[in-house]
């Protein structure tokens, strides 16, 4: 079972746009409550499997979707 | 009912407006933007695709630069307090609405900014070179402009005003109350600073929705502050859109219907519906001037203006005939000032106003012409000389 990541991302606006591109490329994923030990965000956060980070990453970058790096 | 008010709200809305808040109110029900189940998720979606949609309509590359608000007055409020400082000065149209006067003349007041004003001529029209005269001897921050007046229905040639503020160092912010949905507003190609709009005009969302574009490099500062449900470990106001100008509670219910009016506006398309609208101003205009002791205001030239007619009744007191229309003829129409009283200055209305006919994309042929078998009636009878 490879690890799982997660992703905080600056706005709510940006974890639903991330989510539509995450989608849209058939990356699975899912939406969960920002774990407490990695922030006190009071928002969502994305989970998916450490493989397809990269892509993922590489699909904000794309469609400007602003993601805590500093948390990653 | 005849309604012939629609430049002060839109009525009916499109029945998707009601299902989608409908489907809102029953079935989703959360907060935006503060959870993660999946109530929550939908309804961060449901304001997400609201933004989608309006940075669709106004061709906005980045819909998180829209910024949701209860109308275009809050929009404007914004823009104008937050991003002016002391000593800096602004230019403004004689055809202004209040929302946007008033909180430039408080500032005025206190002594932070110094106003210039562009008259515009008997039937509401500005000539953009008088904003380039001023421009050229004066350091001016912000250059406000109403795209079309709701006195007159005159439209201003935004994208020209723009080229010149921008020529001389100058940002511009257009208020769209009039213009959004009913004629094209392109905030990429008019190279528009700030764009402040309301929601539930011709936009065909409900009461309490309105939002501001602004565009990135422009340095602006929220009115309130607050909860956001991002940087919640910090004291501070995040600094990042749409987060920093959206605390507390949104209007989730509002932006569902909001959403489904946008879709509704986009899908049978600007253009037909000005199309529309123009037809029955067209014909309205062009059959109330044959109207004995009609006076119409406002340009001549159909592409000058949208469907907002203001006119007068000789011997009968706006008031007097906008009570006449809904007690006899069953036509609601608004009367007076509509709060913008430099432009009735300006035409030549005041302290009287007018009576204003705003023609919407659900009115048609028939009630115009029920509208001018009324002014006819009106103009005859004796009683208009209360």
């Known amino acids: 079972m490879p690890q799982a990541v997660v992703i905080v991302f600056k706005s709510t606006h940006d974890v639903i746009k991330a989510k539509n591109e995450l989608a849209k490329a058939c990356i699975a994923h899912e939406l969960i409550p920002t774990p407490k030990e990695i922030s006190a965000e009071c928002g969502m956060s994305l989970r998916l499997e450490e493989p397809l980070l990269s892509k993922a990453l590489d699909l904000f970058q794309t469609a400007g979707v602003r993601y805590r790096d500093d948390l990653l | 009912m005849i309604y012939f008010d629609h430049a002060a709200t839109s009525f009916p809305k499109p029945k998707e407006v009601f299902e989608a808040m409908a489907d809102y109110f029953f079935n989703i029900g ?81 002594g932070q900014i110094k106003i210039f004003t562009v008259q515009a001529n008997r039937e509401g029209l500005v000539d953009p070179e008088a904003f380039a005269d001023i421009l050229k001897k004066e350091k001016i921050k912000l250059v406000v402009v109403n795209h079309a007046s709701n006195v007159t229905g005159s439209i201003v040639p935004l994208e020209v005003i723009a080229e010149i503020a921008h020529r001389h160092g100058s940002r511009i912010l257009a208020d769209a109350a009039q213009t959004a949905g009913a004629y094209p507003v392109d905030a990429a190609s008019g190279d528009i600073d700030m764009l402040a709009f309301t929601g539930h005009k011709s936009l065909l969302g409900p009461q309490g929705t309105g939002g501001l574009y602004v565009r990135e490099g422009i340095e602006l500062l929220p009115l309130i502050r607050g909860g956001t449900g991002s940087n919640s470990e910090k004291e501070i106001q995040p600094d990042f859109f749409p987060d920093q100008f959206e ?56 592409d000058q203006r949208v469907s907002v ?49 705003a023609f919407g994309c659900f009115n048609n042929a028939a009630e115009v012409e029920k509208g001018l078998t009324a002014l006819a009636e009106i103009s005859r009878k004796e009683y208009c000389k209360e």
């Open chain 2, 30 to 110: 959360a907060n935006n933007g503060r959870s993660g189940y999946r109530m929550a998720i939908k309804a961060s979606e449901l304001v997400f695709n609201t933004r989608e949609l309006l940075a669709r309509l106004f061709q906005i590359k980045d819909s998180a630069r829209i910024i949701f608000t209860k109308n275009v007055t809050e929009s404007l409020n914004i823009a104008i307090n937050g991003f002016l400082e002391k000593g800096d000065q602004v230019v403004t149209t004689s055809m202004e609405h209040n929302s946007v006067m008033r909180p430039l003349r408080y500032l005025e007041q206190r």
């Open chain 2, 247 to 302: 605390s507390g509670t949104l209007n989730v219910i509002g932006l569902a219907g909001l959403g489904a009016g946008v879709k509704y506006v986009l899908e049978k398309g600007v253009s037909n519906i000005r199309r529309q609208e123009m037809k029955l101003t067209e014909m309205f205009i062009k059959e109330a001037a044959k109207i004995e002791g009609v006076e119409l205001f406002g340009p001549g030239g159909m």
């Open chain 2, 309 to 357: 007619v203001s006119f007068n009744i000789s011997r009968c007191a706006p008031s007097t005939a906008a009570y006449l229309l809904d007690k006899h003829f069953d036509i609601a129409c608004r009367s007076g000032l509509h709060c913008a009283p430099s432009a009735h200055s300006t035409i030549g209305t005041l302290p009287q106003g007018t009576v204003r006919f």
